[in-house]
C-alpha cells in the first residue's frame, strides 16, 4: 500500500485549516488536559528534586537526631517538621550534643534550636524569617556558602549573627549589610556574615538559610531562661563507611541516657527524604489522575468531532474511494487529522503547562518546576496515544463506508 | 497494462456475472447472468429502464461493488478473488468515473479535484498540480483553476469531473448518466468532450436514459431485468460497425465523416497511448 504520509498530513491540514473554530475549541480539550498533566509533573518534580539533593548533599556520611519516638519510614507523617513541635519540650538537649561528641568517629555535632520570636530592623520586620540558634560546627557540616563576612564561631561576641541572603534583602534592603544591627525579641545583634542564596527551602535541617538568622546557641539559651531547647542535633562521621557504627552507638547510648525511652529518631540517607519525596510522589500521582481524566474527556471531545468529521463528509470518502483510495488510505487520512489535533493541543499543552507552573512557581511556591525530556516525552505520547485512540474508531468508520451508498449520499 | 501488449485482449471479459441484494425472502436478484466482452477503443452506451441493474454493473465494472457469481476478467485479469485494497488500486491505475451529480469535493478547488487520483499513485504534490493543469487545458478550462466547485456551471462541473477521470490515463472510463443533471446544450457539449476522448483511444461504457445519447456511442446494449436485452454488436463483429438507425439523432455531424475520424485518431492516438504507458511502467 502507498503510505502517502505527506499527502495525509497536507490533506489534514487543509481540513483542519477549514473548520478553524471547531478544530481549535477540540484541541482546546486536548491543551487543557495536557497542560495541568505537564503543570503537576513540572512542579512535582521540582519539589521531589529538592528532596533528593538533599540526599546527595549529606555525602552519605550525615546522620539527624530528632526528638520524638521513632517511626516507620514510610510514613507520611514523618514529614511533619521539628519546627511545628517548637513550643513542646523537646527530649534532645545539650547534654546528648556531649554525649555524640563522645562517639568514636564523630567529626563534628551541631544542634540546632529554633528560636520563636520575631527579627526587626527598624520598621521591617520579615515573617517568613526563622532563628537558629546553633555552634559554628554546623558550617563543617553544611558547608554554607559565604557571600560576605564569616560563619559563626567561638571567638566573636554572642550578640553577632549570619543572615540569609533573602532575609538580609528584606530587613535591610541590601544583600551586602555586614555591620548592620537587627532585634530579636528587642536584643540587638550584629551582622557579621552573609550567605550566598541558596533557593533550598526544603532541606534535612527543616530550615530556608535564604530566610533564616543564624546565631550562636548561647545566644539562643538566652532566650529560653539558658536552657537549650534542640529541634535536632546534625551529625557528620569521620568516614561514609562510619556512619552505620556512629549510628548504632548513639541508638545504644540514647537508650541508656534516656532511661531506655525511645524518644529520640535517628535518620541517615535516604529515611531523610523518602517520606517526603513519597509524600510529593502521591500528591503528584492523585494529582495526574484528576488531571488524566480532563485529558479523557478532551479525548472524547475530538472522538466526538471526528465522527461529526466523518457523517459529513460521508461523500467525499465515496469520492475519494472511486478514485482510488483503499481503505488504508481513509483510514489514515481521518487518522492522521486526529492525531495532528491532538499531537498540536499536546504541544500547545505543554508549552501552556509550564507557562502555569512557572507564574505558580513565582507567586506562590519557593522552588522552580523541573525541566526534563522524561516530561516531554510523557506529554507527547500521551497526547498521541489519546489521538490514536480516540481518533482510530471514527477513522475505521469512515473507512468502512461502502463506496457506493456514500456516493448516493446529498447534503 | 495487458492491452499494450496484446491488443486482441478484452479490456473487459463478463461471463455469467450475477448480483443479489438482500437475504431470504427479501432477496433480489439484480444482474442475472449477464456476459459482455469490451474491447479497447470501443464507446459503449448501456440503455434500459430504472431498476435493470445498469448502475450495479458499472460499479462492479469499477471494482466499487463486488458480483455474487460469475467471473470478471480486466485486462485479461480475474479480479473476483482479488482484496479490497488490490481493488482500490485497480481504480486507482485503471479506472476513471464520471458520476452524474459531478461528485467534485466541495473543499478543494478545480485544480485540487483534477489532481485528487494523483494522490493515491503516490505522485507528488507539483507533479500532480502540472497533471493536472495540463489535463485542464484540454477541455478548455485552464482560466478556471483556482475556482471552487460551486463557482461552475452544470456543464463547466461536468468536463472537469471528466478532466478528474482521465487524468490518472485510465485503461477504461465508467460514466453513469454523464449529461442527466444537464440542461441538452451542455449535455452536447459533455457528450462532444466524450466521444472526443473515445477518438483519442479511451474505452468508455456509459450508462443513460436519452436514446439522443446513444447517438455518439460505438456500441448501444439495452438491459431488462438484469440480462442484457440486445447488443447493438455481436461481441465478435468488427468495433466499426455502427448501428445506422440510431445515427440519424446526431444531429452535429455527417455520420460517415466523424466515423472515418474517428478511426485515423483512434489509430494515431492508440500509438501514442502505447508510447505514454511504457513510460508509466518505467517509473
Keep these: 500500500m502507498r503510505l502517502l504520509l505527506l499527502n495525509h498530513i497536507e490533506n489534514a491540514v487543509e481540513s483542519l485549516r477549514s473548520n478553524r473554530t471547531r478544530t481549535g475549541l477540540t484541541t482546546l480539550g486536548v491543551t487543557i488536559g495536557i497542560a495541568s498533566i505537564t503543570m503537576i509533573l513540572a512542579l512535582s518534580g521540582g519539589a521531589t528534586k529538592i528532596v533528593t539533593n538533599q540526599v546527595e548533599e549529606l555525602g552519605g556520611n550525615i546522620a539527624v537526631v530528632r526528638p520524638g519516638e521513632t517511626k516507620p519510614p514510610n510514613q507520611i507523617e514523618n514529614i511533619t517538621s521539628p519546627q511545628s513541635n517548637a513550643y513542646a519540650t523537646s527530649t534532645l538537649t545539650e547534654r546528648d550534643v556531649d554525649t555524640i561528641r563522645g562517639v568514636p568517629n564523630v567529626q563534628a555535632v551541631a544542634p540546632l534550636m529554633v528560636v520563636s520570636g520575631s527579627v526587626r530592623s527598624g520598621d521591617q520586620s520579615p515573617a517568613a524569617s526563622t532563628v537558629v540558634a546553633t555552634t559554628p560546627d554546623l558550617q563543617t557540616i553544611v558547608n554554607f556558602p559565604i557571600r560576605d563576612g564569616q560563619f559563626i564561631d567561638t571567638t566573636t561576641n554572642i550578640d553577632t549573627a549570619v543572615v540569609g541572603s533573602q532575609l538580609s534583602v528584606d530587613l535591610f534592603g541590601t544583600d551586602s549589610s555586614i555591620g548592620k544591627t537587627f532585634q530579636i525579641r528587642g536584643k540587638t545583634f550584629t551582622v557579621i556574615g552573609i550567605l550566598k542564596p541558596l533557593n533550598k527551602p526544603i532541606n534535612y535541617n527543616n530550615v530556608d538559610f535564604d530566610h533564616a538568622a543564624i546565631i550562636n546557641l548561647e545566644s539562643g539559651k538566652s532566650f529560653n531562661q539558658g536552657i537549650a531547647q534542640l529541634q535536632q542535633i546534625d551529625v557528620k562521621a569521620t568516614e561514609t563507611d562510619k556512619l552505620p557504627g556512629v549510628i548504632s552507638t548513639m541508638r545504644q547510648t540514647f537508650d541508656k541516657t534516656h532511661n531506655g525511652e525511645a524518644d529520640t529518631t535517628i535518620l541517615s540517607g535516604e529515611d531523610l527524604s523518602r517520606p517526603t519525596s513519597q509524600y510529593f510522589y502521591a500528591i503528584a500521582a492523585t494529582m495526574t489522575a484528576v488531571a488524566a481524566i480532563s485529558l479523557f474527556v478532551g479525548g472524547i471531545g475530538i472522538m466526538n468531532i471526528m465522527l461529526v468529521s466523518v457523517a459529513e463528509r460521508t461523500r467525499e470518502i465515496g469520492i475519494r474511494k472511486a478514485l482510488g483510495a483503499s481503505n488504508g488510505h481513509i483510514t489514515f487520512q481521518f487518522l492522521i487529522e486526529s492525531l495532528a489535533m491532538s499531537i498540536g493541543g499536546g504541544i500547545s499543552g505543554y508549552i501552556l503547562g509550564y507557562l502555569f507552573a512557572f507564574t505558580l512557581s513565582r507567586s506562590l511556591l519557593t522552588f522552580d518546576p523541573l525541566f526534563s525530556w522524561e516530561i516531554a516525552a510523557v506529554t507527547l505520547g500521551v497526547s498521541a496515544v489519546v489521538g490514536t485512540l480516540f481518533g482510530l474508531y471514527p477513522a475505521i468508520r469512515a473507512s468502512r463506508k461502502d463506496p457506493i451508498e456514500a456516493l448516493r449520499q446529498y447534503h | ?283
Design chain 2, 1 to 283: 497494462m495487458n492491452n499494450a501488449v496484446d491488443p486482441t485482449t478484452p479490456v473487459i471479459a463478463l461471463h455469467g456475472l450475477t448480483k443479489r441484494y438482500g437475504i431470504g425472502d427479501a432477496e433480489h436478484t439484480v444482474l442475472d447472468g449477464v456476459d459482455l466482452t469490451i474491447k479497447k477503443g470501443e464507446f459503449i452506451a448501456i440503455m434500459g429502464p430504472s431498476g435493470c441493474g445498469k448502475t450495479t454493473l458499472l460499479n462492479i465494472l469499477g471494482l466499487l461493488d463486488r458480483s455474487n457469481g460469475g467471473d470478471y476478467k480486466l485486462n485479461g485479469k480475474s479480479v473476483d478473488s482479488l482484496s479490497s485494497a488490490a481493488h482500490a488500486r485497480i481504480r486507482s491505475d485503471q479506472v476513471g468515473f464520471v458520476f452524474q451529480n459531478f461528485n467534485l469535493v466541495p473543499r478543494l478547488n478545480v485544480i485540487e479535484n483534477v489532481a485528487l487520483p494523483l494522490t493515491y499513485r503516490g505522485v507528488r504534490k507539483t507533479k500532480r498540480l502540472q497533471a493536472a493543469s495540463k489535463m485542464l487545458a484540454t477541455f478548455h478550462l485552464s482560466e478556471r483553476e483556482y475556482y471552487m466547485p460551486w463557482q461552475l456551471s452544470g456543464g463547466q462541473t461536468q468536463r472537469v469531473a471528466i478532466a478528474r477521470a482521465l487524468v490518472n490515463d485510465p485503461s477504461i472510463v465508467l460514466a453513469d448518466e454523464p449529461t442527466g443533471n444537464l440542461d441538452s446544450r451542455s449535455s452536447h457539449v459533455i457528450m462532444e468532450e466524450l466521444s472526443d476522448i473515445h477518438k483519442r483511444g479511451n474505452t468508455i461504457i456509459m450508462v443513460t436514459h436519452n436514446p439522443s445519447l446513444t447517438t455518439y456511442a460505438s456500441r448501444v446494449i439495452t438491459m431488462l431485468d438484469g440480462r442484457i436485452d440486445t447488443d447493438t454488436k455481436d461481441p465478435r463483429a468488427p468495433i466499426n460497425q455502427i448501428d445506422t438507425t440510431k445515427r440519424r439523432l446526431d444531429s452535429h455531424s455527417e455520420p460517415t465523416k466523424t466515423e472515418e475520424k474517428a478511426k485515423k485518431v483512434s489509430k494515431k492516438s492508440t500509438k501514442t497511448k502505447s508510447k505514454s504507458t511504457r513510460k508509466g511502467t518505467k517509473k
